[in-house]
């Protein structure tokens, strides 16, 4: 037995919650929204198993437009339109305003997690297998021996 939400829009349960991974079963009634939101880590991801589910997307691009309106650089919020049908899949990247509404009496799955950042790492050497090795860390040694002695 799962625990049931209600909302405005239709309703949601919890299928599955870690620390990794949320996957929650909703149901948008045709016609009902969620508010327009970011999540400031989370990945969102919305996967329709019935019905026709709109996404909508905030992006802030930078786009030049002397052709279009006037000289310089226009930094207004742009939304792209997604229609998710059966079997469809959107992803919002975190801190991407966005929002949800059903076009038709809607089930989806909307799945969240949090990516780590693989390239974190910061050396100060490099890796080897050098002979040589130990004379790195003689000044760390000295400090070690002279704590304990």
Known sequence: MS??????????????KTPAIEIHKIKVNKGGYCSK????????????????L????????????SKIVRPGYDTSP????TILLENDICVVPPGEAHMFMGIDDTTAL????????????VRDTIGGCDEDLPNLFQNELKKVQTVFN
Do not use: C
Not at 37 to 52: D, M, P, R, T
Not at 78 to 81: A, G
Not at 110 to 121: C, K, P, Q, S, T
């Open 78 to 81: 742009m939304v792209d339109v």
């Open 3 to 16: 625990v049931v939400e209600g909302k405005v829009w239709g309703d949601t349960r919890p299928l599955l």
């Open 37 to 52: 939101h970011i999540h400031q880590s989370k990945i969102n991801a919305f996967y329709v198993l019935e019905g026709i």
């Open 110 to 121: 909307e799945i969240y997690w949090a990516e780590l950042d693989h390239n974190d790492i």
């Open 54 to 65: 709109k996404i909508s997307r905030w992006k802030n691009y930078v786009h030049e437009v």
